[in-house]
């Protein structure tokens, strides 16, 4: 687990490494986006995103500008880019912002289609 806290945001923010088969758990159920903060270009070029995903640019994210879904911190948002390596920063930057939630896929869409799961690009 990665302690990931802002002082007077959220106390105990945190982002966690989850496996495909545990994102599968959370996929498309209530109260959980899923964020792929890669450029359009590299989900197409690559392995696609996870369906439903948001396409949210890691820099807007560090930044805090995030759509009006993201208003609500309470949501559980899981990051997932190629590998994995974005995703965890991009997990860290979410809950520097203050989502209480927030989960990266280890090993990203790779692990998501070894898993046998789609994509789209």
């Given at each position: 687990?990665?302690?990931?806290?802002?002082?007077?945001?959220?106390?105990?923010?945190?982002?966690?490494?989850?496996?495909?088969?545990?994102?599968?758990?959370?996929?498309?159920?209530?109260?959980?986006?899923?964020?792929?903060?890669?450029?359009?270009?590299?989900?197409?070029?690559?392995?696609?995103?996870?369906?439903?995903?948001r396409v949210?640019?890691?820099?807007?994210?560090?930044?805090?500008?995030?759509?009006?879904?993201?208003?609500?911190?309470?949501?559980?948002v899981v990051?997932?880019?190629?590998?994995?390596?974005?995703?965890?920063?991009?997990?860290?930057?979410?809950?520097?912002?203050?989502?209480?939630?927030?989960?990266?896929?280890?090993?990203?869409?790779?692990?998501?289609?070894?898993?046998?799961?789609?994509?789209?690009?």
């Amino acid at each position: 687990m990665t302690s990931c806290t802002n002082a007077g945001v959220v106390a105990n923010s945190t982002a966690t490494a989850i496996t495909a088969a545990e994102a599968k758990g959370h996929h498309g159920r209530a109260g959980v986006e899923f964020v792929d903060p890669r450029p359009a270009q590299a989900i197409a070029a690559t392995t696609g995103k996870i369906p439903g995903a948001r396409v949210i640019a890691l820099a807007d994210i560090e930044a805090g500008r995030l759509p009006p879904a993201f208003a609500d911190r309470s949501i559980h948002v899981v990051t997932s880019c190629q590998a994995g390596p974005m995703a965890a920063r991009a997990a860290a930057a979410f809950a520097r912002l203050g989502f209480a939630r927030v989960s990266w896929i280890d090993g990203g869409t790779q692990a998501w289609v070894a898993a046998g799961l789609p994509t789209v690009r």
